[in-house]
């Protein structure tokens, strides 16, 4: 694909963007992809209507033209291989849950891979979200800059082995019926790591994703094994923070439940 105009989603700037893999190339995103239209699917009047709409073919992996070419080489040469060591890593530990074995402590650069995810989530959002929040811009650009304030909090879980998607949501909203609590957040689930990026320090639909903030406080290059409690949850739909199971998914069909209730699981303790 060639480059394309426009305005880089980190830096601000304006010029010939990069097609950003989102996940990187290398974190198991080499291959073709299908992506379904969202219309369709939310007009489907059957849960085998809905897995069977039509899907556009991606031969480059998921990702889309988001990134100057700058900022594409340096935060992939900087933070790309740590990331890669994270998700290999995670890929190990959702086998070894697979067959009732417990998962392993993560050895990992922490500083690196929460800038990662911060990269990708700055292609998910679009370039609002780094324009809103200056402290992100220069989180991703300085090497050394630690810290995430309380309001912004990366969370990640396990993809389930019974997942049958991946999905990217920009900034997104659910709103309880019962008391008026407003959730805002963005979402990126890809085999094996999912991540929900929580905006505005509010609870979110579904608490069992953990909290992922304490990676920016390691230095950059500092190496640390960490055990990460990540829960393994279902992803088959495209609504964000959805972590129905199939079965469930059908039966919400057959109910005229799409979209869930409020009630998706226990809340992760503090």
Known sequence: MADQLGTCCICGNIGKLSFEHVPPKRAFNDRPIFNADI????????YDEMTGVRRSRSPKGAGRHTLCIPCNNNTGSWYGPSYIDWVQQGARNLELTVQGRPSQPFTIQPLAVIKM???????????????GEPWLRKFVLD?????LPKTIVPLGYLLSERSTA???????GTISTTNNDMSVFSELAFFPLGYILSLGGNKLPDERPVS????????????AEL????????????????????EQMRSAFSTN????TEDRGPRHPE
């Open 117 to 131: 995810i911060m990269t990708m989530f700055s292609s998910v959002c679009g370039q609002d979200l780094f324009a």
């Open 166 to 172: 991946f999905r990217q949501s920009g900034v997104s």
């Open 39 to 46: 219309h369709a699917v939310l007009s489907a009047k059957s």
């Open 143 to 147: 090497k050394s800059a630690k810290g």
């Open 227 to 246: 055990h990460i409690p990540l829960p393994k949850l279902e992803v088959n739909s495209i609504l964000p923070a959805d972590f129905r199971s199939d």
């Open 212 to 223: 992922l903030s304490s990676f920016a406080g390691y230095d950059f290059g500092e190496t």
């Open 257 to 260: 439940s799409l979209v869930p």
